[in-house]
């Protein structure tokens, strides 16, 4: 079942991959593109195209 995550799960998520993004170069974009998906409601096809790499 899917459900929209509540305000301390977005909280979580967002302080997780800030930590991670310190530790793993590799994964710097991973953080925008969450905030993006959380902040439009976009699903990762749809956000993919529009992020691109830069």
Do not use: K, Y
Not at 24 to 38: A, E, K, S
Not at 39 to 45: E, F, K, L
């Amino acid at each position: 079942m899917l459900r929209a995550l509540i305000s301390e799960e977005r909280l979580a998520l967002l302080r997780h991959l800030d930590a991670d993004e310190q530790q793993r170069p590799h994964n710097r974009d991973l953080p925008d593109l969450c905030r993006f998906m959380l902040g439009t409601g976009t699903r990762i096809s749809e956000a993919l195209p529009r992020i691109g790499r830069r």
